[in-house]
């Protein structure tokens, strides 16, 4: 069972459950039909409220301590963005009774450095197009020693932990430390030991009934040449389609076995971000799972802000990950 008592696990578990569930209030308010498809406004709230909420837990349980997070304030500091700055504000004293718009900059900012040996890395609004469409996102928080996830965690506000899809639902908070599993639980309520179910992939070893995890999206992949892959791999099996990290979630539990992170063709230099992998790939590994890049090799969350020396992701169950490589390879992926 996950343990409480280790310090860095429940400020992980409190964290991400105190961010994920403010981004559900300001989805909830915020997100309706009738937003302009241009209007990015909800998820700029939710973005900057959630990294300051992290920023204020994190200086308060290890002072000093690095956190590498997507978003950086500049923006919010101009006359022009007061407005914005004060719904930011307004969110956050939910969470920080008290909390003064002066100091919001400031703790959304405890989110720009750079990572080092040790670090924590954020990213608060995993799958904006899915938030903005009252669907799928997650907020995820890693941290990483020496080049390698130790610990993630993943807040999912619209899928309940038997990983059925439910909007204003309890959601769920999962929690993977290195050699201690993949764990399950509510995102609402008292965050206790009890209430944590293990997580495990599928046993699924047959290639052509193994299913893919798609997303809507496809900004950062080459869906060409997913459809090809799934024709060479031999399968029908319908695709998952899922926004955000979430992906990592249902793959860690059994609920699909091969997630593929594909280079799109005018985007053949794009390298993936660290906080859009972090959680992630330690769910699905202590789930017992396998994450690497397009090449096999082990992600290196060492080189910066990126995935310098890794192309693209290749996620499985394991025991489909060499089958899904050799797939790739053949496809020039």
């Known amino acids: 069972m996950i343990s409480l008592s280790n310090e860095r696990v429940e400020f992980a578990l409190r964290a991400v459950q105190q961010a994920a569930s403010l981004a559900a209030n300001i989805q909830g308010e915020m997100v309706s039909e009738a937003l302009t498809k241009d209007d990015r406004s909800p998820v700029t709230v939710a973005d900057f409220a959630a990294q300051a909420v992290v920023g204020y837990l994190l200086e308060d349980t290890f002072p000093g301590v690095l956190l590498v997070g997507e978003e950086a304030s500049a923006v919010l ?86 990983l059925q899809e439910k909007n204003g639902g309890e959601g769920s908070l999962l929690i993977a430390q290195r050699g201690e599993g993949s764990w399950i639980s509510t995102l609402s309520g008292k965050i206790r030991e009890e209430n944590f179910s293990r997580l495990f992939v599928s046993g699924q070893s047959d290639p052509t009934r193994g299913r893919l995890m798609r997303s809507f999206e496809s900004g950062h992949t080459n869906t060409t040449l997913i459809d090809e892959f799934q024709r060479e791999l031999g399968g029908d099996a319908d695709p998952v389609r899922m926004d955000s990290q979430v992906k990592y979630a249902l793959l860690a539990s059994g609920e699909g076995e091969i997630y593929l992170r594909l280079l799109s063709p005018d985007r053949m230099d794009y390298r993936e971000k660290i906080w859009d992998q972090a959680a992630g790939s330690i769910v699905v590994e202590e789930a017992g799972g396998m994450v690497t890049d397009l090449d096999g090799k082990a992600l290196d969350f060492s080189r910066g802000r990126t995935l310098k020396d890794n192309r693209g992701i290749c996620a499985s169950n394991g025991q489909l990950h060499n089958e899904a490589l050799a797939v790739l390879k053949k496809v020039n992926a």
């Open 77 to 162: 500091r101009s006359s022009e963005e007061r407005g914005t700055l004060d719904k930011i504000t307004a969110f956050m004293q939910r969470v920080i009774p008290g909390v003064r718009v002066e100091e919001v900059c400031d703790l959304i900012d405890r989110g720009v450095d750079e990572p080092g040996e040790n670090y924590w890395t954020l990213d608060p609004i995993d799958g904006t197009k899915g938030f903005l469409r009252g669907a799928q996102y997650a907020t995820a928080l890693a941290y990483v020693e020496s080049g390698k996830v130790q610990l993630g965690a993943l807040g999912c506000p619209n899928i309940t932990p038997d």
